[in-house]
């Protein structure tokens, strides 16, 4: 039974990655990631502000006051509200790099190009296999048009790339007019891969205390749905490397994911909830599948349910929106 992909140009043992968490925090919990079957390790993000802080030396000055300053700085979080500087982040990815086989992937989180390309260099150079850009923003300015955000977020990739000789991945949100399209952008930008999709965290109201809060659900299965049908739609339309995220609890999961046209499939969620042995177990599962159906490889097995190759390829689009509401008024008919 062959388990090897390939990702980004990265030769993986299997499909499964462990997605930037708190797991990947330090050398030990990598290591654990790798015993427990896992084929590669992106690390917990670096967020852009950190490095605006540490590059202006902003945080004397935020907890100074802030009404003298611009209105958003009073947003910025504080230098003591993340746990790993960036300095100490290299020093992690350095060690785990030399006393780990599989590959690291460096994560960056951010919208801008500011102290992007410097610390690009800086995670190769500490032995990053690769790079994953997690283009998170939220645009709440009506002045600010789509393309404008789409240009913003096709020019840091460009510098990164122009940067670094290792794969770069774009992880991006599924809130594009035309997902298609920009991953095709994003393709001629020099992206390596694609990682769908971003999944954001969304604030709640305390009603006790009237405030903004935020919170933290851990994803579900029934979250996969729009990244498969994604992968599903852009599998054989690019040549880009595709990685699925969000949803994975179980190897069936992975498994559609891989069918979908998936070249890896990333989990944070289920591993937070069960501990980096279920890897082992996402593994195991996955080849009594494979076993089960007759397939000798993942490489076989990727795509087989995508868009170009399945009976149906309306089933991925409109269509199968009219085919779902009329089945549920035939079967509601008939229960009533």
């Not at 499964?16 to 690390?43: C, F, K, N, Q, Y």
């Not at 500011?114 to 690009?120: L, T």
């Not at 933290?216 to 299965?221: C, D, P, V």
Request: no cysteine; hydrophobic share 45%; charged share 20%.
């Amino acid at each position: 039974m062959n388990l090897t992909t390939k990702y980004m140009g990265l030769e993986l043992k299997n499909p499964i990655i462990a997605s930037a968490s708190p797991l990947s925090e330090s050398v030990d919990g990598i290591r654990r990631l790798e015993e427990a079957g896992a084929a590669a390790v992106v690390m917990f993000s670096l967020f852009e502000e950190q490095l605006q802080l540490e590059a202006t030396a902003l945080e004397q000055h935020l907890e100074e006051g802030t009404e003298s300053f611009a209105e958003a700085l009073s947003y910025f979080p504080r230098a003591a509200d993340y746990k790993v500087g960036p300095e100490q982040y290299l020093d992690i990815l350095h060690q785990a790099s030399q006393q780990v086989q599989i590959p690291i992937i460096g994560s960056l989180n951010g919208i801008s190009s500011k102290g992007w390309i410097e610390y690009a260099r800086k995670m190769q150079d500490a032995g990053a296999r690769g790079i994953e850009l997690n283009l998170y923003y939220i645009p709440t300015n009506p002045k600010v048009s789509a393309t404008a955000i789409e240009k913003m977020k096709i020019e840091v990739v460009q510098a990164v790339k122009s940067a670094v000789t290792i794969p770069v991945a774009v992880k991006i949100s599924p809130y594009f007019t035309s997902v298609a399209s920009f991953a095709r952008k994003l393709k001629r930008a020099g992206a390596d891969a694609l990682v769908l999709f971003n999944r954001f965290y969304q604030p709640d109201f305390d009603l006790e205390d009237l405030t903004v809060a935020p919170t933290l659900h851990l994803s579900t299965n029934e979250e996969i749905r729009v990244p498969l049908r994604w992968i599903a739609i852009l599998r054989g339309q690019l040549r880009l490397s595709l990685a699925a995220t969000t949803g994975v609890e179980t190897s069936t999961e992975v498994v559609k994911y891989l069918l979908a046209g998936a070249d890896a499939v990333m989990t944070t969620s289920a591993l937070l909830k069960h501990g980096p042995g279920h890897v082992a177990t996402l593994v195991q599962g996955l080849t009594q599948w494979m076993e089960a159906k007759e397939y000798k490889s993942v490489k076989q097995m990727k795509g087989a349910m995508s868009q170009k190759s399945v009976a149906d390829p309306a089933a991925f689009e409109r269509a199968n929106y009219i085919k779902i509401l009329e089945k549920y008024k035939s079967e509601y008919s008939l229960q009533a």
